[in-house]
Each structure stands twice: as structure tokens, then as C-alpha cells.
């Protein structure tokens, strides 16, 4: 076989196999960012100027473009008053490094039989970090679930959807 | 075959065509004056017999040849290449012998050397690819090992409550073992029971606070179904209370 031909063919054969692995990596990088989950959380605040009771049910739902949705319904108290809970909040947000994010906005929509008043709902946000004050990291990776929550404490374990994980 | 003369004309044996490499000028020969030309060449610094010369472009090809027209096509040859190089010398005559290609006159065969040029320049550029690629390669490889790394990692699986793996941020001492269990008692009373019989994953997170500073803790109860070894809910609680010691 000619030298010619030798180069050829293996310049095609290192062609191949990385064309293998962009799209491996592709797949790879995408799942990360693909998938969907349920939890079902309870927050339980006592602080001075921030106190509430939050038991319900987190599904998040990612949208593309760096975008999340993540219906969350339940029940929420204060010190005097117990109200309905759902609302479908949209997040944007970015990757700063590893895995941590930054959220960057978050947009609610109150859905029926809301009667949560917004300020109480903004504390449940804060807590959870969807708020863009502190950023949002992934604890940890399991078979099917994933720890995530704020830089200072996890909010929820979430199980994903469909086995993806 | 293509030829290089005095490392500037190319000569085109099968077509006939003459070029100058570094300026427009150019020749058609005839096909008489090509083939001449082209045993001339072939024959580079030796003698080709007028028999010869007169038996291979014209008898041959079933022409009348004569003496007189091989001299005129000698010298029609000639006055091209002394207009193409300049060199009067380049065929040179031996009286009732025949005519040769100057030696001195450089020659070389194009191409064979345009060939191997062509051929080392793909090797290196091939080599240059090849090399490019496997450092893209390893790139990539080293970028699914970290991802890889990244997504397989866990907090610290410290201990178990029975069936119930107890994962945490923190190292696990028997004392902080039962004030964990006690927390998570006090959100799910059946733990101890639920964990004899059944296997789940706890996971905890703790931050305890100095006096008069808030102790924060979360877990997480997450069944796992034995057949497929997977989580099948989670239950989080994240607690963050005010409390004076």
C-alpha cells in the first residue's frame, strides 16, 4: 500500500472517531442540562423576620435556552394564616463553573386557586434560591436523583423523570 | 513525462507544450518537432544517431524521411529554445553522427520530484492533521472524564440505619448519628421501622450554629425499589430555626 493511501486511511479513521466523540460528548453535555424532576419538599422557617411552613410538591421542567420551569404546589403558613399554593415559576440561568449556576430571573405565574399573598411567596423562592440571590448548586448525582439546593444548604432531592438518569 | 530544463522550462513530452516557469512565455511544438525533442531528452548527454532519429519519427509512422529535414527541424528546434532559454548550445550536432541534449544543460524529471514533493507535503500535512486531531481527542476525552467525574460525585455516604444508607456533609460521630436519627424522627416516626424493612437513602445536611445562632439542617428520605435499585420519591425537609441555647 502506498503512503499516500496509509495517510488517507488513517486520517479517515481519526476523522471517524472524533466525529464519535463530539457527538458522545454532544449527548453527554446535553443530557446534563435535559433533565426533569419531582420532588415533594417541606420547608419548615423560624427565623425573626422570615418565618413559614411550606409542605408541597416541586416538578421541574427544563425548557431550553438556559431556561427551567418548575410548577410548585402545596401549602404555605405563616404565623397566622394557612394559603393555597400554586404557581409555575420560570428561571433563567447559567452555568458559573462545576456545578454551580447562577439564576439570573425569575418570572411567576400564579395558577387557580392561588391565594398566596407575593411577598410570602418571595421568601419560599429565596429559600429555595430561585430568586437569583445566592447561586444554586448541584450536591449530588445519584442513579436517579439529583441533591440540588443553594451554595449554603440542598432544598430538595429531586428523582428524575422517565429513569433518564 | 514532464521535465524540467535549466530549472526553469517545462517540457511536456506527451503534449509537446514548453513553459517558462517564471514568465508567460510559452511553445507548441509540432508533433515532428516533439518527438525529436522528446528522444533528445530521453537521451539526455548521449548521441541519438540521425538513423535513429530518422527511423523512430518518420519511417515508422510511414513517412519519407530525409537527412535535410531532420537538420531543418533541428534548427527550427533550436530557435525556439534559444527564445525560450536562451542557450544556443542545448542540442548540440555531431557531424554524420546525429545530435544529443547538451550535458550540461540541467535536466530533471518533474514529474517524479513534483511527486515526491507532493507526497512528502501530504505526509507532513497529514502528520500536522493527525497530530491536531489527537490533541481535539484527548481534549475531548479529558472533557468526559471530568464531566464523568462531576456527575458521579456524592456527598459523603457515612453510615447506615439499618437498610437505609445515611449520606452526609459531614463526619458522622455515634452522637451525631442520634441526633440525626432524632431529627429525622421528628419529620418521619417510622424511620427506625421503615429502615429495618425497607432500604432508602438519607440524605443530611447540617450546620449547627453557636449560641444564640440558628441550626440549619435538611434530609432527604428516598425509598429504593429493590428491584431496579433505583429511588423511587423523595421526601426533602429543610429546616432553618432560630434557637436560643
Known amino acids: 500500500m502506498k503512503t499516500k493511501e496509509k495517510v488517507l486511511i488513517i486520517a479517515s479513521i481519526l476523522c471517524a472517531v472524533m466525529l464519535i466523540m463530539i457527538i458522545i460528548l454532544i449527548a453527554f453535555l446535553e443530557d446534563e442540562d435535559k433533565y426533569a424532576c419531582e420532588a415533594r419538599v417541606v420547608y419548615d422557617i423560624a427565623l425573626a423576620e422570615n418565618s413559614f411552613y411550606f409542605d408541597g410538591k416541586a416538578s421541574v421542567y427544563p425548557q431550553g435556552n438556559n431556561e427551567t420551569g418548575i410548577y410548585l ?17 420560570t428561571i433563567s440561568s447559567f452555568k458559573v463553573r462545576g456545578d454551580r449556576y447562577k439564576i439570573s430571573s425569575h418570572k411567576v405565574k400564579q395558577l387557580a386557586f392561588d391565594n398566596t399573598p407575593s411577598h410570602l411567596a418571595e ?31 440542598p432544598t430538595m432531592s429531586c428523582v428524575t423523570i422517565n429513569n433518564r438518569r | 513525462m514532464i521535465y524540467l530544463i535549466e530549472d526553469k522550462m517545462i517540457y511536456n513530452s506527451d503534449s509537446g507544450d514548453i513553459f517558462i516557469t517564471d514568465s508567460e512565455i510559452s511553445e507548441k511544438l509540432t508533433r515532428t518537432e516533439n518527438h525529436i525533442f522528446s528522444l533528445l531528452v530521453e537521451s539526455h548527454g548521449k548521441v541519438v544517431g540521425r538513423d535513429y532519429l530518422l527511423e523512430n519519427v518518420w519511417e ?14 533541428i534548427s527550427i528546434l533550436r530557435k525556439k529554445l534559444i527564445k525560450l532559454v536562451n542557450n544556443k548550445e542545448m542540442i548540440i550536432t555531431y557531424p554524420k553522427e546525429g545530435f544529443s541534449l547538451s550535458q550540461n544543460a540541467h535536466v530533471e524529471n518533474y514529474t517524479e520530484k513534483n511527486h515526491s514533493l507532493s507526497s512528502f507535503k501530504l505526509v507532513k500535512r497529514a502528520s500536522l492533521a493527525s497530530a491536531i486531531m489527537i490533541i481535539v481527542l484527548f481534549t475531548i476525552l479529558i472533557s468526559c472524564v471530568i464531566r464523568l ?12 440505619i439499618g437498610k437505609c444508607q445515611l449520606i452526609s456533609n459531614t463526619i458522622i460521630s455515634k452522637k451525631v448519628k442520634e441526633s440525626i436519627i432524632n431529627s429525622i424522627e421528628k419529620t418521619n416516626p417510622n424511620l427506625q421501622k421503615e429502615c429495618r424493612n425497607y432500604p432508602a437513602k438519607l440524605v443530611f445536611h447540617y450546620q449547627e450554629g453557636g449560641n444564640n445562632e440558628k441550626d440549619m439542617f435538611f434530609v432527604s428520605y428516598c425509598p429504593v425499589d429493590a428491584s431496579n435499585d433505583k429511588v423511587s420519591y423523595c421526601k426533602s425537609i429543610y429546616s432553618n430555626k432560630w434557637s436560643r441555647k
Open chain 1, 73 to 89: 404546589s402545596g401549602v404555605i403558613a405563616d404565623k397566622y394564616n394557612r394559603y393555597e399554593f400554586s404557581q409555575y415559576v
Open chain 2, 60 to 73: 515508422r509512422r510511414g513517412l519519407s524521411s530525409s537527412g535535410a529535414s531532420l537538420n531543418q527541424y
Open chain 2, 149 to 160: 467525574s462531576s456527575t458521579q460525585k456524592t456527598m459523603f455516604a457515612q453510615d447506615n
Open chain 1, 123 to 153: 421568601l419560599l423562592y429565596d429559600v429555595m434560591g430561585l430568586t437569583g440571590s445566592i447561586q444554586s448548586y448541584i450536591y449530588s448525582h445519584g442513579d436517579n436523583y439529583i441533591v440540588w439546593g443553594t451554595l449554603l444548604y
